[in-house]
């Protein structure tokens, strides 16, 4: 960039282009709502297996497939920070967001534990539409927000069907609200690198 | 009436620099060298002339064993940039209450 003088509309015009430079700083998200997704989806179809078909007592240990996701989250966490050159207002507000939701999804479970868990999908399905609400309307990106509204309207639902049938409208709230978003959105963040 | 345009903003690369950095909390110096296209020594005199009018701070460290240089708006860059972007409005022919 050279330091020549320049006219009120080129400073205008400079000012306009940086400003557009930075929207596209928010860092790629998609990682979080696949690698969740998926594993919820799996931890679903395994707890109906284990507990309709096999009927087995064991069925609620196929949630131990959580820690996967707690430990992959934690390393691709550092290496994203490691890496990151620019820390934005929205970014950070999403950082919280989902530390929020991480600790509240914590603080469900000790509750469920103590409580029962019969009703504990329709408040699942309740957290995951919170997560991809706020930051489909953060990211302007619509397939998110309507995936939340779909795991709200399946909540619910949940309360007028059995437990059996929760796990799945659970496992078909995390299509709707992670998996099909998240790849919609890996599939943005691609188009953005190849304009830049 | 035209207003002077404040002439530490009024120069294409350090009104590059706050515009990027107006938007952002915080940004590493590659960051700002990468969306400027500026050179490497160009890029950190006006860094450093901003930092002495106080409109941006500067933090120099370590990470990873590498230097690293981060650069944020202070609240005087944020009123000076508004300032500056009120005083363009009358060359422009805007009126100058417009909102945003």
């Known amino acids: 960039m050279q330091e020549n003088e320049f006219s009120p509309e080129d400073s205008l015009q400079l000012i306009q282009s940086m400003i557009d430079k930075t929207k596209n700083s928010v860092a790629d998200n998609s990682f979080y709502f696949l690698l969740w997704g998926w594993l919820v989806l799996a931890a679903c179809i395994i707890q109906f297996v284990l507990k309709v078909i096999v009927q087995s007592p064991w069925h609620p240990l196929a949630w131990t497939l959580m820690i996967v996701g707690i430990i992959a989250s934690a390393l691709h966490g550092m290496n994203e920070n490691k890496s990151r050159k620019v820390k934005t207002y929205i970014g950070e507000l999403l950082d919280y967001l989902w530390l929020s939701i991480f600790l509240s999804f914590l603080l469900l479970g000790f509750i469920f534990a103590r409580l029962g868990w019969q009703n504990c999908y329709s408040f699942y399905m309740v957290m995951y539409a919170i997560g991809s609400f706020v930051t489909g309307r953060a990211l302007k990106f619509s397939p998110l927000v309507w995936g939340a509204i779909g795991s709200w309207f399946l909540a619910i639902v949940s309360t007028f069907t059995s437990y059996d049938i929760n796990i799945l409208l659970s496992g078909l709230a995390i299509i709707l609200s992670y998996i099909i978003p998240g790849y919609l959105l890996k599939m943005k963040y691609r188009q953005m690198q190849v304009h830049v | 009436m035209f207003k002077d345009l404040d002439p530490i903003l009024h120069s294409q690369l ?45 933090v120099k460290q370590f990470k990873e064993n590498y230097p690293q240089t981060i650069c944020k708006i202070t609240p005087v860059g944020v009123k000076a940039f508004e300032q500056y972007v009120k005083n363009l409005h009358p060359y422009l022919n805007l009126p100058s209450s417009i909102k945003k």
């Open chain 2, 14 to 58: 350090r009104l590059a620099i706050v515009s990027l950095l107006i938007s952002v909390k915080e940004a590493e110096f590659t960051f700002l060298k990468e969306k400027t296209n500026a050179t490497a020594g160009n890029l950190s005199v006006q860094i450093n002339k901003l930092k002495e009018a106080g409109y941006i701070d500067v």
